[in-house]
Nanobody, 121 residues
Framework: QVRLVESGGGLVQPGGSLRLSCAAS????????MGWYRQAPGKQRELVAG???????NYADSVRGRFTISRDNAKNTVYLQMNSLKPEDTAVYYC???????????????WGQGTQVTVSS
């Protein structure tokens, strides 16, 4: 069973940047689609971005143009570059292994422990 470990969260001022990393315990080279979700207090967990094994990406409307998902198959790692951060981006961010159904990312039940991102002045 694949294990996922997120890192890179922290406190950042509005307009700042962070890069999250998700290290997988096994090869992700051509098998998995992967995604980033987030959950803010009192809200449901939501998809932020997904990336297919072939590198196709999709983003939530709220982050498109500010966030970039990427993967380094050689390092078994997926990244989320977050720029122009806003207070409403504050949440716990989770890495996930999933799949694509058509153009839609679907999660499987493989989650990391999450990393806290707080955007505040």
């Amino acid at each position: 069973q694949v294990r996922l470990v997120e890192s890179g969260g922290g406190l950042v001022q509005p307009g700042g940047s962070l890069r999250l990393s998700c290290a997988a315990s096994e090869s992700i080279s051509s098998i998995y689609a992967m995604g980033w979700y987030r959950q803010a207090p009192g809200k449901q967990r939501e998809l932020v971005a997904g990336i297919s094994s072939g590198g196709r990406t999709n983003y939530a409307d709220s982050v498109r143009g500010r966030f970039t998902i990427s993967r380094d198959n050689a390092k078994n790692t997926v990244y989320l570059q977050m720029n122009s951060l806003k207070p409403e981006d504050t949440a716990v961010y989770y890495c996930n292994v999933g799949y694509y159904s058509g153009n839609y990312y679907r999660p499987q039940d493989y989650w990391g422990q999450g990393t806290q991102v707080t955007v505040s002045s």
